[in-house]
């Protein structure tokens, strides 16, 4: 059941330890603490194998808090509600242990039962932490009891398959938060907004006035201290799967009937359902793959640590999805994602349909350019509609113009971080920025069968040096359906409101 206000809750995170918890957890905590949005009524009790005690653990928590941001107050009264335990997730006494911490907390700051396990932990872990909270008593209380899980959830649709049986063993569909962090993106959420509540978008956003949508995720770094996790993954599984699809359904979706979670969820669904499936003979024409090799000043991916010397895994992927229903019949979704990219940045640009008579000319025989919607996911917050206008004093001659919403100063300021807002909604039970069950499975079973063409494939790697723009085929593969991808650096939003 959804809140405005945050409960009373104990959370309990396994993983306490980790670079997760340390680099997104504790400051996001410490910042809907100092907002206000969390209840006098909130205890953590972090959990790993390291023996620290709760000033250690208190110790880390303000470190990693103060390493973040510059505001410290309050932060002596903040880790005082934090709790350390040393903890084995695979033995049994350990979560005895926890449930009597549990407990005694539960009455000293008089949380009503509500607990939040969030597992930001190794996805092997996943499973037997479910089992165990439920059969070690840890879920056996008045109060609200819900699971939130990282990625990845599983690394194909059978395992994902195993993963969600084991884990419904303990805990119902309701009670369970898949994290996709870029759902937390202000941005991302506000694709929705951007779509529904303008009367100039919706009625055009259909094929009959797009003519393709570009989404690009584009990093700096490499793969860093990761390489042992993503040579299991690789860009498809990393970010495909998951960021990238998630960003393609909800510009895809009908409308809701509400804004309630379940139907915006059964919207996407349809969306996931309604993707064109690949088979193994056809996924070369709609997806590349790429992999960096070595760059100014920086390693090859195969020269990278835990990676192999002949890896195979693809640090770039982009991709063609077609949705074969009433709306997007011919208009295609381009995706691109990539490690080692000259910029860091994510946005998506909508391409409208070129006006069907043309009376204008631009100076120099330079072709009119269309109309483009571009949200600027990040670094940068915004909006730009790329429009013709006249050139002054110029008859018949058009100029391009921009119109430009940039969320910055005080706005960008006050924007959650991703994981601000995740936590923060899961804490007040509202799940409609998390993964159903339903669109990870749809997901991975598009992505399935990509992955395996590509195992069964060896590529000629690596294709792109670091620090440049990806394999030439991901240029082909528009190419071939006469468009391109708009060069991002020239779509930067202007700062100003
Ligand atoms: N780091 C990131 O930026 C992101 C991470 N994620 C996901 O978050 C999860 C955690 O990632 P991350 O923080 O990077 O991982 P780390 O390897 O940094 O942390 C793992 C944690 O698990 C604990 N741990 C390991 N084995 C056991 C065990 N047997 N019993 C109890 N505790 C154990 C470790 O502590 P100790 O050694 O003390 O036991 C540590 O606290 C993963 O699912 C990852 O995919 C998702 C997005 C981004
Ligand atoms: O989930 C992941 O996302 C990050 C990119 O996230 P962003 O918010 O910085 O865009 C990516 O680096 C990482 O490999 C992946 O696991």
């Known amino acids: 059941m959804k809140q405005t206000e945050t409960p009373a809750a104990l959370t309990i ?31 953590v009790i972090g959990t790993a194998r390291r023996e620290w005690d709760n000033d250690i653990f208190r110790e880390h928590v303000k470190k990693s808090v103060m390493e973040s941001t ?79 899980i990282e990625k990845p959830f599983g690394h194909d649709l059978p395992s994902a398959q195993e993963l969600n049986a084991q884990i419904r063993r303990s805990f119902d569909e309701k009670d369970i938060y898949r994290i996709d962090h870029y759902l937390g993106k202000e941005m991302v959420q506000n694709i929705e907004t951007i779509r529904f509540a303008n009367a100039l978008f919706e009625p055009l956003w259909n094929s009959r006035y797009i003519s393709n949508i570009q989404i690009t995720s584009s990093e700096t770094l490499g793969v860093e201290e990761r390489g042992g996790y993503y040579e299991t993954s690789g860009a498809l599984k990393d970010m495909v799967q998951n960021h990238m699809l998630q960003m393609v359904a909800l510009l895809a979706m009908e409308p809701p009937i509400s804004l309630q979670d379940d139907d915006i969820r059964s919207e996407k669904v349809r969306a996931f359902r309604s993707m064109r499936p690949l088979t193994l003979e056809t996924v070369n024409d709609y997806f590349v793959r790429g992999q960096y090799g070595p760059g100014d000043h920086v390693p090859g991916y195969r020269e990278e640590i835990n990676v192999d010397p002949d890896s195979n895994t693809e640090t770039y992927v982009a991709g063609k999805v077609m949705f074969d229903n009433f709306r997007w019949a011919g208009v295609p979704f381009y995706i691109r994602t990539g490690k080692r990219m000259p910029l860091k940045s994510t946005k998506i640009v909508v391409q409208f349909k070129d006006i069907p008579m043309n009376l204008y000319y631009r100076p120099d025989d330079q072709e009119m350019e269309p109309n483009l919607l571009v949200i600027h996911i990040q670094p940068e917050e915004g909006i730009t509609l790329h429009l013709n206008a006249k050139k002054s004093g110029r008859q018949l001659q058009t100029t391009p113009v921009k119109l430009s919403y940039a969320n910055n100063g005080e706005d960008i300021m006050n924007t959650p971080e991703a994981y601000e807002k995740l ?75």
């Open 423 to 497: 936590i923060h909604d899961a804490m007040r039970g509202d799940s409609t920025n998390f993964t159903h069950w339903d669109e990870v499975a749809l997901s991975w079973s598009f992505v399935d069968v990509i992955a395996e063409a590509w195992r069964n494939e060896k590529a000629a790697f690596p294709n792109y040096p670091a620090g440049t723009k990806g394999p030439k085929a991901a240029d082909e593969l528009l190419e071939k359906d006469g468009f391109f991808w708009w060069p991002l650096n020239m779509l930067d939003v202007d700062v100003c409101n």
């Open 70 to 148: 510059n505001i410290q107050d309050q932060i002596d009264e903040f880790i005082s509600h934090f709790y350390y335990l040393p903890h084995d997730v695979s033995d049994s006494n350990s979560y005895a242990e926890l449930r009597t911490l549990a407990n005694e907390l539960d009455s000293k700051y008089s949380l009503g039962g509500n607990r939040l396990f969030y597992l930001a932990m190794a996805p092997e872990f996943f499973g037997t932490i479910a089992e165990h909270l439920k059969l070690d008593g840890l879920t056996d209380t008045e109060g609200f009891g819900r699971l939130v």
């Open 13 to 43: 995170l396994f993983g306490a330890t980790g670079d997760l918890a340390k680099r997104k957890l504790y400051p996001s905590l410490y910042r809907l603490y100092r907002k206000g949005h969390l209840s006098s009524g909130f205890a």
